[in-house]
């Protein structure tokens, strides 16, 4: 296995140094319920926050804050209580998200993929993938992900799975693989030749695994220290006991989809919270108020003040659509039929909506409120509005309406993928 750099990082930046060959791991804490979820993600948040924007800008690598995450037991919270796990709420796991995406948002990112392959073990793995996979989670290990081809569509020439005696070899190249540079495990969207027909299945792919590369090459404006990069495989052997089906998993009605848009919905909603968090202490202190308003201060002027309550208002309209989303996905995956995951993927899809608008008007107005003080790259307040811009781009949010109105107009159910 080889991690590669970005190109031509800036002198002395911190990703000119090498990446550990392998993340360590430490034991992690067990949290053993909802509350204790909460409580791990609100001390985590409090350590985070501090150098956010450090890293940032700098593009520092988060190593030592992804060790104390999954070292705190918040990786495994999800995975289900017969398997050893607090098998916590929908609406837990996303407020567990967004309370870490306020401190940072590539921070709340990073987990994304980690839950939504546990997920798709949850619903497609066998009992001994489940007690082998989530043995992993449980003892502090990280999953990734590699599910996006480069360039092209045609499934002839996607990542591919071909047999190799007992098991199997994966060729390929993927990106925007979210977490795989920090991973134990790299969860792959591959395709087999199965008697003439193409099937999908999710290989568990070990980071240190002969033949896997890791290139820090995303160079996004926002989420800037996710590793979001590249991730080549090269004649790379696993075993059969680790390829989870995936497509299969689609042709009954699963939460798979639902989840994994809660989670982005999160994240969006966190960046959103922690740039409104940012904009309320420097409209009080820093802020100068506009002539017309005739105050001495620019908290007092009605305007800025009309503002704020806008945004305050959406950012808690946003929160109670994903606190109502977690509870019918939470409904969905206790008895899942047509209609119970088709309830699921719409009541996600309004709250996804909602979070993407709302995260880019709070960062937006960050700016229009703080006045030009608040550009000063110092302070680092355009990490909000890159990083919600950049966020929401995952999967379309017009079409987010076109699924909600479709179906409330024409009782049209949603497709089931995981960008629904």
Known sequence: ????????????????????????????????DDAGALQAARRLA???APEATLRDRERRLPWAEL?????????????????????VSNVTLAEVVAT???????????????????????????????????????????????????????????TRLTPDGDGWRVDGKKFYCTGALYAH??????????????????AFVPRTADGVSITDDWDGFGQRVTGSGSVSFDNVRVEAAWVVPFLASFEKPTTIGPVAQILHAAID?????????????????????????????????????????????RIRAAEALVRRAGRIVDAAQAAPTERSVAEASIAVAEARALTTTASLLAGSKLFELGGTAATLDNLGLDRFWRNARTHTLHDPV?????????FYLNDRLPVRHGAL
Do not use: C
């Open 1 to 32: 296995m080889s991690v590669l750099l970005s190109p031509a990082p800036a002198a002395g930046h911190p990703a000119s140094r090498p990446a550990p060959a392998a993340p360590p791991v430490r034991k992690p804490d067990l949290i053993r």
């Open 46 to 48: 409090a350590r985070f």
């Open 67 to 87: 060790d104390e995450f999954s070292a705190s037991g918040l990786w495994a919270i999800t995975v289900p209580p017969e398997y050893g796990g607090a098998g």
């Open 100 to 158: 870490i995406a306020v401190a940072d948002g590539s921070l709340g990112q990073i987990p994304q993929n980690h839950f939504y392959a546990l997920e798709v073990l949850r619903v497609g793995g066998s009992d001994a993938q489940k007690r082998y996979f989530y043995e992993r989670a449980l003892a502090g290990e990280r999953f990734g992900n590699a599910l996006a081809e480069i360039g092209h569509k045609d499934f002839k020439r996607r």
């Open 185 to 202: 495990w790299i969860p792959t969207l591959v395709v087999a030749d199965e008697a003439g027909r193409d099937v999908t299945y999710l």
């Open 269 to 313: 909603l966190g960046i959103g919270r922690g740039a409104f968090e940012a904009t309320l202490p420097f409209v009080r202190e820093r802020a100068r108020p506009w002539v017309d308003a005739g105050v001495a201060r620019a908290a007092d002027d009605p305007l800025t003040i009309q503002q704020v309550g806008d945004v305050a208002v």
């Open 398 to 406: 017009r079409w987010k309406y076109h699924a909600v109105g479709n």
